[in-house]
């Protein structure tokens, strides 16, 4: 069974805030995660952050004015998306 981490985050360009979702990930062995409230609004902060383990992959709804964002990242060899709507 897939384990699955949702987390009301904020402030994701901090490397600090990276470095917590990192940690998190580890101690929880999540499988896939899914971050709401996110004010990243370019997919570039996203590609060179280095908190999801290496291979993982990731979507995401940038964020809008004052409305949060959205990411979902996965572990591919665990949980495989056919399509998405973001």
Known sequence: MAKVLLWNARGLCNLDAQGSVKWLLNKSKADIVMLQETKIKEKAVVDNAS???VGWRWEFVPSLRLSG?????????VIDMKASLL
Not at 69 to 77: E, F, S
Request: charged content about 10%; overall charge positive.
């Open 51 to 53: 908190m999801f383990p």
């Open 69 to 77: 964002g959205m990411l979902m990242a996965r572990n591919p060899n």
